[in-house]
């Protein structure tokens, strides 16, 4: 088989953590982000306000590409682990054999990039939309903690083979960019805090 691990069990586990925490926590995150988006682009109109949602366009891409790319690689790597297991237990061996990972991409829609305005305009609305956001800030910032600590277990048991080089180039790819990506959410948290609050004194 075109994979290797130090512990094959334990492999099966890691790939389907990994899986689970994109599958869940991350599809959520992008369905959330998705929702905010499209709600400030009424809500939220204005030359600064055009900039920040179009950083969150961006956060949301990436977001879509990095768990298009982990659900596609745990579930291929996760299927040739499971032909191992089922080739051990036929010989004899024993042992558990996993159950096959969800491959399918986020079902989520392109968002079009705000084209710059001079009009300015907050709707009472974006009170919420600020609160939807302070949240999407603190689980995005749990989920990359949380899919770097799966990651690194993974890569320290998954040796070779089933394409580990792409998988690394990707995660550390989205990694990288992770420190820009937290800081165009907490921007526009802030500054839509402001918009709210200036807002709120009228």
């Not at 069990?9 to 992008?30: F, P, R």
């Not at 080739?87 to 991409?105: D, F, K, M, Q």
């Not at 603190?138 to 990651?151: G, L, P, Q, R």
Request: proline letters at 2%; hydrophobic letters at 35%.
């Amino acid at each position: 088989m075109d994979i290797q691990v130090s512990n094959l069990n334990e492999g099966y586990n890691q790939w389907e953590d990994l899986n689970s925490l994109v599958s869940s926590t991350g599809e959520t995150l992008i369905s959330n982000l998705e929702t905010n988006i499209n709600n400030l682009k009424v809500h939220w109109i204005g030359s600064d306000a055009t900039v920040h949602i179009n950083n969150l366009i961006l956060v949301h891409d990436a977001l879509v590409a990095l768990i298009s790319d982990a659900k596609s690689t745990t579930s291929d790597a996760g299927n040739k682990i499971i032909a191992i297991q089922e080739v051990r237990n036929a010989n004899g061996g024993g042992g558990s054999i996993g159950s096959p990972l969800p491959s399918t991409a986020p079902n989520s829609s392109s968002i079009a990039q705000c084209e710059t305005t001079e009009e300015y305009y907050v709707d009472p609305s974006a009170s919420s939309d600020y609160t939807m956001l302070e949240e999407e800030c603190t689980s995005f910032s749990t989920f990359i903690n949380d899919f770097k600590a799966k990651k690194e277990a993974l890569l320290q048991n998954w040796t070779a083979g089933a394409n580990r080089e792409q998988a690394v180039a990707n995660f550390n790819e989205f990694e990288g960019n992770a420190e820009t990506y937290n800081k165009y959410l907490t921007e526009a948290r802030d500054n839509l805090g402001i918009a709210v609050s200036n807002l709120n004194q009228l």
